[in-house]
């Protein structure tokens, strides 16, 4: 089973940038579908993006629709970190952020499939 430990939020700027990361112990993020989720107060938790290596060796990435142009995610499997830069940055942005993984070569954009979660890193961005 692997663990999952998120860092790098902060408070920030509207039109600022942070990069999140996410440290995987346990096993590795190269099998493994992964994602971001946000969980702003009193909302919902929603996938902000999603990475995962299919079985042909091929990556692909997806992004909800808010995110889009802003958003990258990206993996370094020599580290087993995922990471997720976040780039001109909007209030409606603040929200714990969560890493979240799973064993797996196709990825869904539920939090029901994953299987593995951090325990959140609090990005706040002030107007």
């Known amino acids: 089973q692997v663990q999952l430990v998120e860092s790098g939020g902060d408070s920030v700027q509207a039109g600022g940038s942070l990069t999140l990361s996410c440290a995987a112990s346990?096993?590795?993020?190269?099998?493994?579908?992964v994602g971001w989720f946000r969980q702003p107060p009193g909302k919902e938790r929603e996938a902000v993006a999603t990475f995962v290596t299919g079985y042909t060796g091929r990556a692909s990435t997806s992004y909800a629709d808010s995110v889009k142009g802003r958003f990258t995610i990206s993996q370094d499997n020599t580290k087993n970190m995922v990471y997720l830069q976040m780039n001109t940055l909007k209030p409606e942005d603040s929200a714990m952020y969560y890493c979240a993984a799973r064993i797996s070569t196709v990825c869904y954009s539920h939090a029901s499939f994953f299987t593995a979660w951090g325990q959140g890193t609090q990005v706040i961005v002030s107007s």
């Open positions: 346990g096993d590795t993020f190269s099998r493994s579908c």
